[in-house]
């Protein structure tokens, strides 16, 4: 293994979600610019493309509904027709919406899971739509954040049992689940 790491070269390949081109507010400020549509973040994106501070090779993620959806799915494969950049993930938003407020997939309310599920699901028919390198599931509030007094085993099981759902409903998209401290 020390011997692959030592001679492997691996070419770095950046990435970008479309919320970092119109900066949200922070915790005790609202946002310091007016938010932009998703056709003005793409033509940013195509403008720094066109100047040559980025090529094709720089990769753009975007959240399913609020981001990405079928009735913006066009303008994501017109960037890719004009400049090469290419969204390469399509990550289901199972973490803002109040709805979630006692977990998305974990969450052990059977409507409230489904709808989850369902998020899911069609999140990952548009990465095969699109054809994405990949899914991103972020378990967030899923037994992640802080939460005291959960039942977390059962959480982690829904959970578990809601990823396996959706990608068995829309099999051949490999799902990344993110990370966080």
């Known amino acids: 293994m020390l011997k692959h790491l030592k001679g492997c070269k691996l070419k770095p390949r950046y990435s970008a979600g479309v919320w970092y081109f119109y900066p949200a507010g922070g915790r ?6 007016e938010k932009g549509s998703i056709e003005d973040i793409l033509a940013k994106i195509g403008g720094l493309h066109d100047e040559g501070f980025i090529d094709s090779s720089f990769g753009v993620e975007a959240h399913y509904p609020n981001e990405v959806n079928r009735g913006n799915m066009d303008l994501y494969r017109g960037l890719i027709k004009e400049t090469g950049i290419r969204l390469i993930t399509v990550i289901p938003n199972l973490f803002f919406d109040r709805t979630y407020e006692f977990g998305s997939l ?9 709808h989850a599920i369902d998020r899911l699901t069609e999140s990952l028919r548009l990465n095969r739509e699109l054809e994405t390198e990949f899914a991103v599931v972020w378990p967030g509030i899923d037994g992640y954040e802080n939460p005291f007094g959960f039942d977390f085993y059962g959480m982690w099981r829904r959970f578990e049992e809601g990823i396996a759902k959706a990608m068995d409903a829309v099999p051949g998209v490999m799902v990344a689940l993110e990370p966080k401290p």
């Not at 005790?28 to 610019?33: E, N, R, S, W």
């Not at 969450?107 to 899971?113: E, G, H, W």
């Open 28 to 33: 005790f400020h609202d946002a310091y610019v």
């Open 106 to 114: 974990s969450n052990p309310d059977p409507k409230v899971r489904g």
